[in-house]
Structure formats: structure tokens, C-alpha cells
């Protein structure tokens, strides 16, 4: 069954480094997601990206996220300077519609950022 | 504003018994809920969804819920916990556009 991959599964690093979480999605969706759970709280929605681009964001993507498409497999975060309050549960997700058709989102296992 | 509500932040249950996680969801249109279940280190598998018709929908693992108009809510249910089940579940609404919202998770443990 296909699925999303997630590297790495635990990423730590220092305040100020930039850091960028992976993801392929399943090949054949179209929109990308990145969503974040700040430990004991809500999953988060950050940011949608469809036909290489933004979709949608929510104000927790600041100028200090963006996401990119560099290949036809993989979908990234990178963070530019991470904070302490950047430590969450990053995941990312995929589907093969979007907006309020059948959208139905695979998630994958996540990736734990830990900012010292 | 839209928003998920899951009162419930830890269950406990016996293995063998019934169970029922509330949900209530605050939308104006017709929603499109669904029911995430989390396992330790894993990620968020979804365990079903309603987008229209039947309000009784049945999913994965032999949980079903309901979606009740009138009381904004989409309870999950199983009628005989196992073991496995123990795990954190997320109620989650389909938004305008193509973001999820989810409630904050009901934590479910099995006693044997």
C-alpha cells in the first residue's frame, strides 16, 4: 500500500540553524501539506501547496518557513531559523484532491524537531 | 470560525468493552469530518470519514460513528475495545479549503 515517507525521523538542533524535514508523498496526489503538533497539543495545519505553489497558509508559516517541490518525489520544510518554539511534531501529508472534494489526506510517521 | 471539540483528553476502558470518543465540530455548511488514530511513533491513519449521505459511516478496524446535524457532533464507536486500540484519536473537520482542523485528541488506554 503506498504511503508517506518522512526523514528524518528526529532531527535536534541549535537555535538560529536552519534545518529542512523531508517528505515524498504518494506519487500520484497532487497537493501537499505540512502540519505541526506541538507536543500535548492540536495537530496544526502550516501550509497547502499545490501545482508548485502555495495554496494556502496559515500564520504560523511566517517568513522564517517555506516549502519546496525540487523534484517530481519529494516535498520539503525548511526552516530558517529555528526558535524554541519550533520543537513540534512536524508531519507531512498528501492527497489526491483538494479544497472540499474527496479530500482525504495521508499523513505520514512525522518528524520529531527538537531545538536546543 | 471553524473548530473541533473533543472533551474527553484520556479514556479508559477494559478490553472487551464498548467504546465512544465524542466529537463536536463548530461549521456553518455541511462538514466533512473524520476520525485519525494515532499510534505510538506512528503517524495519523485515518480511520473514516463522512462527506454526504448515510450518517452512520463505518470504517477501519471495526470503528463506526455518526454524524448528528442537529447536535454538531460525529461520535466514534466500537462496540468491543481490543488491546491495540490503545492509542490517541483525533476528530478533525474539512475547512473551506483544503486544511484540516482537529481537536486536541482523546488518549485511549485498554485495560486487560
Known amino acids: 500500500e503506498p504511503e508517506v515517507t518522512q526523514t528524518p525521523s528526529h532531527q535536534v538542533t541549535q537555535m538560529g540553524q536552519e534545518v529542512i524535514l523531508r517528505c515524498v508523498p504518494i506519487?500520484?496526489?497532487?497537493?501537499f501539506y505540512w502540519y505541526r503538533q506541538i507536543l500535548g497539543q492540536k495537530v496544526e495545519f502550516l501550509v497547502s501547496?499545490?501545482?508548485?505553489?502555495?495554496?494556502?497558509k496559515s500564520e504560523i508559516f511566517d517568513d522564517q518557513f517555506s516549502v519546496e517541490r525540487p523534484d517530481g518525489s519529494n516535498f520539503t520544510l525548511k526552516i530558517r531559523s529555528t526558535k524554541l518554539e519550533d520543537s513540534a511534531m512536524y508531519f507531512c501529508?498528501?492527497?489526491?484532491?483538494?479544497?472540499?472534494?474527496?479530500?482525504?489526506?495521508?499523513f505520514g510517521p512525522g518528524t520529531r524537531l527538537t531545538v536546543l | 470560525a471553524q473548530s473541533v471539540t473533543q472533551p474527553d483528553i484520556h479514556i479508559t476502558v477494559s478490553e472487551g468493552a464498548s467504546l465512544e470518543l465524542r466529537c463536536n465540530y463548530s461549521?456553518?455548511?455541511?462538514?466533512?469530518l473524520f476520525w485519525y488514530v494515532q499510534s505510538p511513533g506512528q503517524g495519523l491513519q485515518l480511520l473514516l470519514k463522512?462527506?454526504?449521505?448515510?450518517?452512520l459511516v463505518q470504517g477501519i478496524k471495526g470503528f463506526e460513528a455518526e454524524f448528528k446535524r442537529s447536535q454538531s457532533s460525529f461520535n466514534l464507536r466500537k462496540p468491543s475495545v481490543h488491546w491495540s486500540d490503545a492509542a490517541e484519536y483525533f476528530c478533525?473537520?474539512?475547512?473551506?479549503?483544503?486544511?484540516?482542523?482537529f481537536g486536541t485528541g482523546t488518549r485511549l488506554q485498554v485495560f486487560p
Open positions: 501529508a498528501s492527497s489526491f484532491m483538494g479544497g472540499r472534494s474527496n479530500n482525504e489526506q495521508f
Open positions: 506519487s500520484n496526489h497532487l497537493y
Open positions: 501547496f499545490y501545482n508548485n505553489e502555495i495554496s494556502e
Open positions: 461549521y456553518g455548511a455541511t462538514p466533512y
Open positions: 463522512y462527506f454526504s449521505g448515510d450518517t
Open positions: 478533525a473537520v474539512g475547512a473551506d479549503t483544503d486544511k484540516l482542523i
